[in-house]
């Protein structure tokens, strides 16, 4: 029996996400890869449930671009793909779609990645994302692959280390995050989910160099941090 996909939209594409089928997307079917540890699923994680939750009913998103995808896609980048991240339903990756990369979005919550899914078809880029259902500690990128990576408010040093193999030569890293600082005024943020000081510039190997690194403009003293990092690129005879 053909695949096919409930009526009523969000319904339907969660149900098909949750039991390992392709995600329906305004009613029709798009193409979400999935990726899970060996000794665990996704099913019961936590940070599925958390995120599943908060872009459910009722949440509506902006498909802004993140400032950090604008500024890191202004950069003069080699051709490749992007990958997006903890991508939520990201107006980061349909900026990029936008200008013509593919785009590896990457996320735990199949419901952010079913709303992003739904936005590229409405304005024609579905083509152009690949839709990734995964906890980030298992996801394994081709190193060298991307033109940009990019994450915009997630932070784990092991990620971080394999986001920056995926960099490809002369290609650019972005990642902005919360500092110990914002632990101030939110004591229950894990230590653990925090930039130390001159984090994560000083994480860097030596073959990346730092664009940038700035507290964010407009967040409360210190308590976000964005990084822009350039690969060193090919050398030319």
């Known amino acids: 029996m053909p695949l096919s996909c409930q009526d009523g939209g969000r319904a339907g ?39 599943n939750e908060r872009y459910g009913a009722g949440f509506t998103p902006s498909f802004t671009p993140h400032p ?12 490749g793909p992007v990958a997006d991240l903890a991508s939520g ?12 990369r593919p785009v590896t979005a990457v996320d735990v919550s199949e419901v952010a990645l079913g709303l992003l899914g739904q936005e590229a ?12 259902h995964a906890d980030l500690g298992a996801w394994r990128p081709e190193p060298g692959r991307y033109a940009l990576v ?4 997630f932070w784990d040093p092991g990620v971080f280390a394999v986001a920056v193999r995926a960099v490809a030569p002369g290609g650019v890293l972005g990642w ?15 230590a653990e989910w925090c930039l130390g000081p001159g984090e994560p510039a000083t994480l860097l190997p030596g073959h990346m160099s730092v664009v940038s690194q700035e507290d964010v403009p407009g967040a409360p003293r210190g308590t976000r941090r964005r990084l822009l990092a350039r690969r060193a690129g090919p050398e030319v005879p």
């Open 68 to 79: 950090l995808a604008v500024a890191a896609l202004a950069l003069d980048l080699p051709a």
């Open 13 to 51: 594409w969660h149900h098909a996400i949750a039991r390992g089928t392709p995600v329906c997307v305004a009613g029709k079917l798009a193409s979400l890869r999935r990726v899970t540890e060996p000794e665990s699923d996704l099913a019961g994680h936590p940070d599925r449930l958390r995120w």
């Open 89 to 100: 339903p990201s107006g980061s990756a349909l900026l990029a779609a936008a200008q013509g």
């Open 176 to 190: 902005e995050a919360f500092t110990m600082a914002a632990r101030q005024a939110r004591p229950g943020l894990p």
């Open 150 to 153: 990019l994450a915009t408010g």
């Open 121 to 132: 078809r409405r304005r024609g880029l579905d083509h152009l994302i690949t839709l990734v």
